[in-house]
């Protein structure tokens, strides 16, 4: 997208461009990154709103903030680089006009050429070292929508398509150089426990075995390094290991106690967005609706493990790897090393898969210290698929409660409390050293912001002990807050009798959202949630990232289990740049989000997680996913980014439609604890 | 230990278990086939020995016994894509691109024994091909497609 955006105003072949991810620098500061972290719901344009969106979008620049993430990259890349691509094309037509004496409003640009009034063509690769000497020309214009030859339109094939249909794509994981050795590590399973002793005679016997040595920047662990990664795996296994306890619980069942503990706990107070009407004096007399939610720890767990190349020598040290935040990874390996941040060159990779697990850098961090015990000589670093699944930095769990009330057939009363640990402070400590002060909006975000009017609502976080070292996961605090929120709603509106599409309209007080409900309906065919015997339809919404999106999941109760039948996706992202790509990005999002809410969940016992490979964390498979249709709106105002957002609605609705199939209500994830699945 | 992939010969000094992929990665510098999970659950590393798809991260270098290997590096023809590959192109199939190179190998050695599929014969010979991103629509259609094109070649 980002070589599109450029030539769209440089005038070139969008083909021939060199394209590699940013290099660490200040420039590259994301503006939008932290824009979503606003205390005001996406819906609200107002005068007041921008104001504090504009002040937020300044922070990122203030502290170099580069970094990947939160759905961000389109709406923080669409006026830069078209802006930087409009001022290269008018300083190249300046190099041009200066050569040729004349004005440079008479000159045009084309596939990479400047064109003379009287037809000649100057390539621009003829003029860039005039160009770099004028003062660049900043003050363009941009091109009007209107007249653009690639942006919205439906046939932009992805420029990198073709080397991953034959191999020549090179993951940070493929790279290969001179002399280069192989390490793996096993790291304490219980994250931030000691490595109080360890046996390494079998391993320091095993084939080409170099060096087997302790770790402990990051998480501590004993690595080997060796001539194949195979062998460095097998070696790292046969370390005998002696650990220390972390300070967090030793299993999913005290962690939940601790989370049952925070709810609704004075004490465990964290912060409340949300507060309309009068929910005390409402749920003070007649008949509460009551129901409990939980959802588990996740990994991210792409399919390309973590893994980094280092190089370290007297005066530099150099570092590939696959990342979404390169400047961390900088300024922590110049602490370890002790050299200067301008020593440390960090080359990012294009990533196989991230979900947000590529946010953290612990992996880095041992790289480092094991290519400083091998001077000289470049060392890959690659963490097995149980190393990766143990280390995940998982999405947190949490529990919600819900209460609420019904009235003359409408949902009157929406109070619900969600407990989770502090994930943002957690995440960013371990990157930056410092936490967040103040509330961690993440508890609630996807819940307490949702584009719905209802007489008596509240919404409100509780913060839980820290406990399993967390972060961002693939829509980050909406992919469980898109679940309790809509479920609970879902739960409500049954108890008033509506019809699940038509109570949520009449809630609803945004009118993009609202377009968004209506369209998801008419694609479906939306009759009511039954479809006939053992089959039956959810619907769920959630407005994340600034992207209103609705979906429609129908399922069969068959003699197998529950099959998914057909799933519909609409999402309003304001402007679509690239249709075919935004449309793979929503589907995607609801089959990752899907495969978590039926069969996937990390469980704890002794401080790690049960589930360290595939089989025991396996997502859906192709014979699993059902046909889906997506459409995508453009009204909301500016543009937004279409990564996360069909993340949020894909659990609910799913939830809803097993209910509509079989009456069953799953309030807990993942169903297949409840249900059975084709 | 001789092997030979994508038609040449190589020679490469490891013990007999270690499996192909890391031969093919670590020791011949193939990186197309990719390592996922080690156990066969995500088939990211499937190649093809005499035409046959199989998890490279299962077979051990010493049981290759002559077997010829392909992998997505070798897939194509000189001058022109595998039907295969020219489907996954036009669908737009891949995301992060990690799972396509042993998606691909699954589905050319699946179309060489099956060339007319049905949905279900496609369901059944591609889902132990774990896709992350979700990119399983557009691996059924491109399958699709893939079929057509090489009945009409």
């Known amino acids: ?678 | 230990m001789r092997l030979t992939v994508n038609g040449i010969d190589h020679e490469v000094d490891v013990k007999p278990d270690m499996p192909l992929l890391w031969v093919l990665r670590d020791e011949l510098n193939i990186t197309g086939p990719k390592y996922g999970c080690g156990i066969a659950q995500c088939s990211a590393c499937t190649v093809h020995v005499d035409g046959l798809a199989v998890r490279s991260c299962q077979l051990a270098i010493g049981d290759l016994a002559g077997g010829e290997v392909t992998t997505i590096e070798g897939l194509a023809k000189p001058d022109s894509l595998h039907a295969v590959q020219e489907a996954w192109i036009e669908h737009q199939v891949a995301q992060c691109g990690y799972c396509q190179s042993g998606q691909i190998m699954q589905a050319a050695s699946f179309l060489d024994l099956n060339p007319e599929p049905t949905d279900e014969d496609i369901d059944a010979a591609m889902s132990a091909n774990l896709c992350r991103c979700g990119t399983y629509p557009r691996i059924r259609a491109a399958v699709h497609a893939a079929a057509k094109k090489l009945q009409e070649a």
């Open chain 1, 1 to 678: 997208m980002q070589a599109y955006l450029i030539a769209e105003e440089l005038d070139i072949d969008p083909e021939d461009t060199i394209r590699t991810p940013g290099l660490p620098g200040p420039a590259y500061y994301n503006a939008e990154v932290m824009a979503e972290g606003s205390p005001l719901p996406a819906y609200d344009e107002s005068a007041t709103a921008e104001t504090i969106r504009s002040v937020l979008r300044v922070v990122p620049k203030l502290f170099s903030i580069q970094m990947t993430g939160g759905s961000s990259t389109v709406p923080d890349m669409f006026e830069k680089l078209r802006h930087a691509g409009a001022v290269a094309r008018e300083t190249l037509k300046e190099a041009a006009a200066q050569r040729l004496g004349v004005a440079r409003a008479d000159l045009s640009t084309e596939d990479g050429h400047v064109i003379a009034p009287d037809g000649t063509r100057i390539a621009y690769t003829e003029l860039a070292a005039d160009a770099a000497g004028i003062s660049p020309i900043a003050d363009v214009a941009l091109r009007d929508p209107s007249d653009w030859r690639y942006l919205g339109k439906a046939g932009l094939p992805r420029i990198d398509m073709e080397a991953k249909c034959t191999g020549a794509e090179m993951y940070g994981i493929d790279l290969a150089y001179e002399g280069m050795l192989f390490a793996s590590i096993c790291a304490n399973p219980g994250i931030g426990g000691a490595l109080n002793s360890f046996d390494a005679s079998e391993a320091e016997s095993m084939p080409s075995v170099k060096q087997v040595l302790e770790v402990t920047a990051g998480n501590p662990g004993v690595a080997v390094i060796a001539t194949n990664t195979w062998y460095a795996i097998q070696a790292a296994r046969a370390v005998e290991c002696n650990w220390g306890a972390p300070n967090y619980p030793a299993t999913s069942a005290e962690m939940f106690d601790l989370l049952e503990a925070a709810v609704d706990n004075e004490d465990n107070f964290d912060h409340r967005q949300r507060e309309e009407g009068d929910v005390d004096s409402a749920l003070s007399e007649g008949e509460v609706f009551e129901a409990q939610y939980r959802i588990p720890y996740l990994a991210h767990a792409p399919m390309e493990p973590m893994n980094a190349i280092v190089k370290v020598t007297d005066d530099r040290i150099d570092i590939w790897t696959g990342t979404q935040i390169p400047l961390f990874i900088r300024n922590r390996a110049a602490l370890i090393s002790g050299m200067d941040a301008e020593q440390i060159f960090v080359h990012v990779q294009p990533m196989g898969g991230s979900f947000g697990h590529k946010l953290e850098m612990t992996h880095v961090e041992q790289a480092v210290e094991i290519a400083m015990a091998e001077k000289g000589t470049p060392i890959k670093l690659t963490w097995s698929r149980e190393e990766d699944m143990t280390h995940d930095y998982p999405r947190p769990a949490s529990v919600m409660h819900g209460r609420g009330k019904v009235k003359d057939g409408q949902v009157d009363t929406y109070d619900i409390s969600v407990s989770q640990q502090a994930m943002a402070p957690n995440w960013f400590g371990r990157l930056a050293g410092i936490g967040i002060p103040g509330p961690d909006a993440t508890i609630t975000t996807g819940s307490w912001d949702q584009p719905f009017a209802i007489p008596n609502y509240r919404v409100t976080g509780y913060r839980a002990p820290d406990m399993v070292p967390v972060s961002s996961w693939y829509s980050v605090g909406a992919s469980g807050n898109g679940f309790y929120h809509d479920t609970f709603l879902d739960e409500l509106i049954h108890e008033t009798g509506a019809d699940p599409l038509e109570e949520r309209l009449r809630l609803c007080l945004h009118d993009q959202s609202r377009t968004v409900l209506e369209t998801v309906g008419e694609m479906s065919g939306w009759d009511g949630p039954s479809m006939g015997e053992g089959k039956g339809r959810g619907i769920a919404f959630c407005l994340s990232f600034g992207v209103p999106t609705a979906q429609v999941v129908e399922v069969t109760n068959t003699e197998f289990g529950i099959r998914l039948d057909k799933a519909y996706i609409v999402a309003d992202v304001g402007l679509v740049l690239d249709p075919v790509n935004a449309e793979a990005q929503l589907f995607g999002g609801l089959i990752y989000a899907l495969s978590h809410a039926i069969n996937s969940e990390l469980t704890y016992e002794d401080y790690g997680p049960l589930q360290t490979n595939y089989h025991a964390y396996e997502g859906l498979r192709l014979y699993q996913i059902p046909e889906i249709e997506v459409k995508i709106l453009e009204n909301m105002p500016g543009i937004r980014g279409v990564g996360e957002p069909g993340v949020p609605p894909a659990a609910p609705a799913l939830g809803n439609a097993i209910f509509a199939a079989t009456g069953q209500r799953i309030r807990e994830m993942p169903f297949n604890k409840f249900i059975g699945f084709v």
